[in-house]
């Protein structure tokens, strides 16, 4: 079983950038796709960008493309999101998980385990 810990949240303002980064132990890096998820105040939990196992195959949602970007570093167990351009609309909890399975996607239910979130915060 992993254990995921996020860190790199804050309170920035619109067209600043942040960097998430999401701690893993307890398995070994390699073995999990893993994704990014985003919890506004009052709505959905939703997808924000999906990684494999090798880091060759990622998949982005459309409000984030070309501004955030998905990685991961299997050497140190950490798994990374480069925000840019950030805007109002990204204000949410961002929440990293990861699957055992081969691939994760954009739907919650395909991932296994959940940190407990970092609070990021764009002001206008």
């Known amino acids: 079983q992993v254990q995921l810990v996020e860190s790199g949240g804050g309170l920035v303002q619109a067209g600043g950038s942040l960097r998430l980064s999401c701690a893993a132990s307890?398995?070994?890096?390699?073995?999990?796709?893993m994704g990014w998820f985003r919890q506004a105040a009052g709505k959905e939990r939703e997808f924000v960008s999906a990684?494999?196992?090798?880091?060759?195959?990622?998949y982005d949602a459309d409000s984030v493309k070309g501004r955030f970007t998905i990685s991961r570093d299997n050497a140190k167990k950490t798994l990374y999101l480069q925000m840019n351009s950030l805007k109002p609309e990204d204000t949410a909890v961002y929440f990293c998980?990861?699957?055992?399975?081969?691939w994760g996607g954009g739907i919650a239910g395909g991932y296994d385990y959940w940190g407990q979130g970092t609070q990021v915060t764009v002001s206008s």
């Open positions: 998980a990861a699957t055992r399975s081969r």
């Open positions: 307890g398995g070994t890096s390699s073995s999990y796709a």
């Open positions: 990684i494999s196992r090798n880091g060759e195959s990622i």
